[in-house]
């Protein structure tokens, strides 16, 4: 049984649009789609509950309303909803257990690519272990052809030195979900220790790139083989991996990147290039915690 597609709902732009965007995540995956709208109704002890009711009210339409408007673009669509009394990013995330990804609204920053990464999302791409997807208003809100998005590739960002199982499952499922290409890049930086000299080397440039193809070739050939079907195109680049993929992915469907689940007392974070993709993507953008 596939799981689950949540969104959050606040009524924003942004938030219709990732209702959209999840709705067609929902059809692609065969999986109910769970519309969430969560805030702060019930005030603390002695403070007058002024308002709550109303409010309650409002967020029933909201859900409703939204439920009807996707069953009109989406007939096939399985939807529930639900309101919660409580801090939207932790709402969220109890929401979030089980499901097979979470989708949310973000502001772009005007005329400036990139999102606004508000303090909801923020905990919730913190938080949660299940992909995340990032949706600005912009996004294309109409249905296409068997609940499939626009037809543009997808680009996803591969460490070759760390294990990416998880963030390689999500990339090739979704690319063959929806029947775009792949591309993976990896980018390199010359060792510390090279020297300025090797910079101009191209022995050396060309030495370093041949290893780093091979090692980026080494991971994703069980994948290929596991999804024949997905055309991958395979990079490697010289350059600052967060400036690489913005460039590569800057006309991309999706832009994938992962995130390593780190447990520490001093609180939850995300990379330097998972934090840079987020900020200044002009595209949505999937986020996937792995170990």
């Not at 009807?68 to 979030?96: C, F, N, V």
Request: aromatic share 4%.
């Amino acid at each position: 049984m596939n799981r689950r597609i949540v969104v959050g709902l606040d009524g924003s732009a942004e938030s219709i649009a990732a209702a959209h965007r999840a709705a067609r995540q929902a059809l692609l995956r065969s999986a109910p789609l769970h519309l969430v709208h969560a805030e702060i109704w019930s005030p603390p002890q002695g403070v007058p509950a002024t308002g709550s009711e109303e409010r309650r009210q409002a967020a029933r339409i909201l859900l409703r309303e939204a439920s009807d408007e996707l069953l009109d673009k989406h007939p096939r669509l399985e939807i529930s909803a639900e309101s919660y009394d409580g801090q939207p990013a932790a709402s969220l995330a109890r929401a979030a257990t089980g499901a097979g990804m979470v989708v949310l609204g973000s502001r772009g920053l005007g005329t400036l690519k990139g999102f606004v990464l508000g303090s909801v999302g923020r905990a919730v791409v913190h938080s949660v272990e299940r992909p995340v997807v990032l949706v600005r208003s912009t996004e294309d809100a109409l249905p296409h052809a068997q609940g499939r998005h626009l037809d543009r590739g997808m680009v996803v960002g591969v460490d070759t030195g760390r294990p990416c199982g998880a963030l390689l499952s999500f990339a090739f499922d979704e690319a063959s979900r929806r029947g775009c290409t792949l591309h993976a890049l990896h980018s390199w930086m010359l060792p510390p220790l090279a020297g300025s000299g090797a910079a101009y080397n191209p022995e050396v440039n060309a030495q370093i790139a041949r290893t780093e193809r091979t090692g980026l070739d080494d991971m994703l050939g069980p994948w290929q083989e596991m999804y024949p079907a997905v055309e991958l195109d395979a990079q490697v680049s010289v350059g600052p991996a967060s400036e690489q993929l913005l460039e590569a992915g800057s006309q991309a469907g999706l832009m994938v990147v992962g995130r390593r689940i780190r447990r520490s007392s001093v609180g939850r974070r995300i990379g330097p290039i998972a934090h840079a993709i987020l900020h200044h993507s002009a595209v949505p953008v999937a986020v996937i915690a792995h170990e």
